[in-house]
């Protein structure tokens, strides 16, 4: 089954940036686009489907209803992150990575899963605490140029995100 374009994009939430160096990432985000305040969390441990681990260095915003992320990986299983920032030679990157779009329910997670694993797009990370948070990345980077996550997060730990600086 193709999943609908409706349905794999509903629920937008955030926009999801990749870099190697957080401080500078979060200064061109500052003097360039205004957008200064970040919770800031270093080599955050997240633990993936297997039981495997990664650590991202974070930062985290909100412009209006939209959450901005900025992901340095850390260590770990952070494949994904660090092949979005092969090429282009040395020095200071900072890419686009992905879009990401919640849910209702860990049910609604499995469905969209499923959806667009039918659909052709592979999954290439997965992870999180059952009934707190969970999220799937989709690959869509031979179409869209980006991966897709899928996000659930309980409402306890959405009041986290609640109060996250905003812009």
């Known amino acids: 089954m ?32 205004g957008v200064a305040r970040f919770a800031v969390t270093r080599a ?25 992320e900025i992901l340095q990986p850390a260590g770990g299983a952070d494949g994904v992150y660090r092949r979005a920032l092969e090429g282009g030679g040395e020095g200071f990157k900072l890419r686009f990575h992905h879009h990401a779009y919640l849910v209702e329910s860990p049910e609604d997670l499995l469905a969209r899963r499923r959806s667009l694993e039918a659909g052709g797009h592979p999954i290439v990370l997965s992870g999180g605490k059952p009934g707190a948070n969970q999220f799937f990345y989709a690959d869509a980077t031979a179409t869209l140029g ?18 996250m600086p905003r812009n």
Not at 44 to 68: C, K, N, S
Request: without cysteine.
């Open 44 to 68: 955050r441990p997240i633990e993936l489907d297997g039981g495997v681990m990664l650590h991202l260095d974070m930062a985290m915003g909100f412009v209006g209803p939209v959450q901005y």
């Open 2 to 33: 193709k999943p609908d374009a409706m349905n794999v994009f509903a629920g937008f939430y955030q926009n999801g940036y990749v870099t190697n160096d957080l401080e500078r990432a979060i200064d061109v985000f500052a003097t360039r686009y």
């Open 146 to 163: 980006h991966h897709l996550e899928y996000l659930y997060i309980s409402p306890e730990r959405m009041a986290v995100h609640a109060d």
